[in-house]
T-cell receptor, first 111, second 109 residues
Framework: NAGVTQTPKFQVLKTGQSMTLQCAQDMNHEYMSWYRQDPGMGLRLIHYSVGAGITDQGEVPNGYNVSRSTTEDFPLRLLSAAPSQTSVYFC??????????FGPGTRLLVL | LAKTTQPISMDSYEGQEVNITCSHNNIATNDYITWYQQFPSQGPRFIIQGYKTKVTNEVASLFIPADRKSSTLSLPRVSLSDTAVYYCLVGDVFNDMRFGAGTRLTVKP
């Protein structure tokens, strides 16, 4: 199993550009989520999904969109990038609501 | 909202046992307690999870008193590679859990 994979590993954007961060898992997990982590801080939940076709907002959803068309994939879209979205983004999946498996992260720099 | 409180940082030396305590005074009856470890530039990694009393795996032990208002992660005989940030989480990952700043453990030679 590859576990949770994320692409790209690093991305530089200009303010106002859009992009999609990819996340995939091969563990047949129902639950998937996106977090952002700013320097020296813990992770904050952006959006999550409890199954294909079902998504909901987390703690910091503004500026981000998600969709879950398949069990395996959970892409995160930045509609119009802002410098405040410079962060490291982690995707996670789980079979239940307690233990999560995290991907390696995507470092995003918005200029 | 199950809020957790843990020390910001701890120092230890190789070969010592390290105990990190987390306070969670308003833990709900059905909440589990989960600990994660995070190395720089990596995602958090699950260490251990428990509900009450004591849980042990190949990496760590988790001690939970009867009132469940706190928990202690115990790392036996730490090495330099255990230097990381450790997070204590309580409850439902989507509704109650919050990754706070965690405890930054530094293991010295």
């Amino acid at each position: 199993n590859a576990g949770v994979t994320q692409t790209p590993k690093f991305q530089v954007l200009k303010t106002g550009q859009s992009m999609t961060l990819q996340c995939a898992q091969d563990m047949n997990h129902e639950y998937m989520s996106w977090y952002r982590q700013d320097p020296g801080m813990g992770l904050r939940l952006i959006h999550y999904s409890v199954g294909a076709g079902i998504t909901d907002q987390g703690e910091v959803p503004n500026g981000y969109n998600v969709s879950r068309s398949t069990t395996e994939d959970f892409p995160l879209r930045l509609l119009s990038a802002a410098p405040s979205q410079t962060s490291v983004y982690f995707c996670a999946s789980s079979s239940g609501q307690e233990t999560q498996y995290f991907g390696p992260g995507t470092r995003l720099l918005v200029l | 909202l199950a809020k957790t409180t843990q020390p910001i940082s701890m120092d230890s030396y190789e070969g010592q046992e390290v105990n990190i305590t987390c306070s969670h005074n308003n833990i709900a009856t059905n909440d589990y307690i989960t600990w994660y470890q995070q190395f720089p530039s990596q995602g958090p990694r699950f260490i251990i999870q428990g509900y009450k009393t004591k849980v042990t795996n190949e990496v760590a032990s988790l001690f939970i008193p009867a009132d469940r208002k706190s928990s202690t992660l115990s790392l036996p005989r730490v090495s330099l590679s255990d230097t990381a940030v450790y997070y204590c989480l309580v409850g439902d990952v989507f509704n109650d859990m919050r990754f706070g700043a965690g405890t930054r453990l530094t293991v010295k030679p």
